[in-house]
């Protein structure tokens, strides 16, 4: 670190670190926040609300453009659950974010959109939506918030450079310097990169000493070049276990495995829930959630995806429950009967893959040719050539390291006055609004703590 006495650290957009003489100036702002997304708009009309002399500074045209492309262009705010369901669902990262649910719980943020004219919904999976399904009421709830709290806002400014000064730092735009007391990041991770989070927070970070986790994708869509899940694009399966595993483990086969505890057996993640084959591959809730044990992993080729397409039912059972309508009804087809089991789409790709004459009657079908069907279906296995990245992915994991940040405050534990809050810090949830969750009550903590 600089010692004061030689002058000031200069950052560029590429964390490259140089000196220049500090002069004294007049603080024009107690706050800058870089980044107007979900924690930097509620981070920057909380510092507002506090008589703090604060400015948002967004690159884009406009404010929460990632808000704007969520949930399908709804916006899943956050999760219907208290604050340790959201902590328990980020499995070890959960412990940085009790202080910041403390200040914005789900029950909170939920008060904070309603209370700007927006009402929500709670669907069946626990997802919290506006019930307008727009999120751009969302977008403009928190602009209202803000407008009425004083904060500054630029658009179309992006901070090119961080500065810091003997007292507090300087941020540089292509317009102007802008003297501030306190800065927080907010510029997000590098998912979406349409929407202008191109990782400049990161670089800013590591240049001032902190240490920035690998990043890679996470709730992003999975790729495979098996020819026959190609050929179901746009099936949707409403309830999926699906388990990441090495091509030489066996899959974990209990009804319901929780998604903390899918690293037993070689099982490497697991979820349950919505599936969707696609030309590329594969999507939904259940694919997404797994994605990350696929993008963090050194040879994603080697990995597959084991699929049980009928998780309720035991493998016994469903075989006996096969044997049983195809004996009840013997000069009907076998995969007719079987089409009632599961999509007819994929019970025609079970005989196939199988090479199963389609017009085999039910009595004609042999046990042995019962139990490879059966098999397919609840231990199905799908090769992974690996995941579509950045481009498709809805978080980043990794980012700034969370032992280097006061999770009482959002401060930096290494340059005080600096303050992290979102997708810029080492935090990723899964599907289901616990991101947003995560980046709205950081964004809270941190308004608060400057």
Request: net charge positive; charged share 20%; aromatic share 6%.
């Amino acid at each position: 670190m600089l010692p004061c006495s030689e002058g000031a650290a200069r950052l560029n957009r590429q964390g490259c670190l140089s000196y220049e003489s500090a002069s004294v100036r007049p603080m024009t702002y107690d706050c800058i926040v870089i980044g107007a997304g979900a924690a930097g708009l509620i981070a920057g009309f909380t510092a507002a609300e506090r008589n703090k002399r604060t400015l948002l500074l967004e690159k884009n045209p406009r404010t929460g453009v990632k808000i704007l492309m969520s949930g399908g262009t709804r916006c899943n705010l956050t999760q219907h659950t208290d604050n340790r369901g959201i902590v328990e669902a980020y499995g070890d990262q959960g412990r940085f974010l009790h202080a910041p649910l403390s200040v914005l719980s789900p029950a909170d943020l939920v008060k904070l959109i309603e209370d700007e004219g927006v009402p929500t919904k709670v669907e069946e999976t626990g997802k919290i939506f506006p019930v307008s399904n727009k999120a751009g009421d969302v977008v403009a709830a928190l602009e209202r918030r803000s407008a009425r709290s004083g904060a500054e806002l630029s658009l179309g400014e992006p901070a090119t450079e961080l500065v810091r000064l003997l007292e507090g730092f300087e941020v540089v735009t292509p317009k102007r310097r802008l003297p501030t007391r306190t800065v927080i990041v907010t510029t997000g991770g590098l998912s979406y990169p349409g929407s202008g989070t191109t990782g400049d927070g990161y670089g800013w970070a590591r240049a001032l000493g902190h240490t920035i986790v690998q990043t890679r994708p996470a709730l992003t869509p999975l790729t495979t070049n098996d020819r026959w899940v190609q050929e179901l694009t746009g099936l949707t399966i409403p309830d999926v276990l699906v388990q990441v595993v090495p091509t030489t483990a066996d899959p974990v086969s209990p009804l319901v495995l929780r998604r903390a505890k899918g690293a037993k057996r070689g099982v490497l993640a697991s979820q349950r829930g919505s599936f969707l084959f696609t030309h590329f591959g594969l999507s939904g809730p259940a694919v997404l959630d797994v994605s990350r044990a696929v993008t963090s992993h050194a040879a994603p080729q080697t990995l597959q995806l084991c699929c049980d397409f009928l998780p309720d039912t035991q493998l016994e059972m469903l075989d006996q429950q096969f044997h049983q309508e195809c004996a009840s009804e013997g000069k009907k087809q076998a995969m007719g009967v079987l089409a009632r089991l599961i999509p007819r789409r994929l019970a025609e790709s079970v005989f196939h893959q199988l090479e199963l004459p389609a017009e085999l009657r039910g009595a004609e079908l042999l046990k042995r040719d019962r139990a490879r069907v059966v098999q397919l279906i609840k231990r199905c296995r799908i090769n992974l050539s690996g995941a579509l990245g950045y481009k498709k992915a809805e978080v980043t994991a990794g980012g700034v390291a969370l032992r280097e940040v006061d999770s009482k405050t959002m401060q930096s534990n290494l340059v005080p006055g600096l303050y992290f809050a979102g997708e810029v810090l080492d935090l990723d949830g899964p599907i289901g609004g616990y991101n947003f969750q995560a980046a709205f009550a950081t964004g809270r903590l941190a308004g608060l703590s400057v």
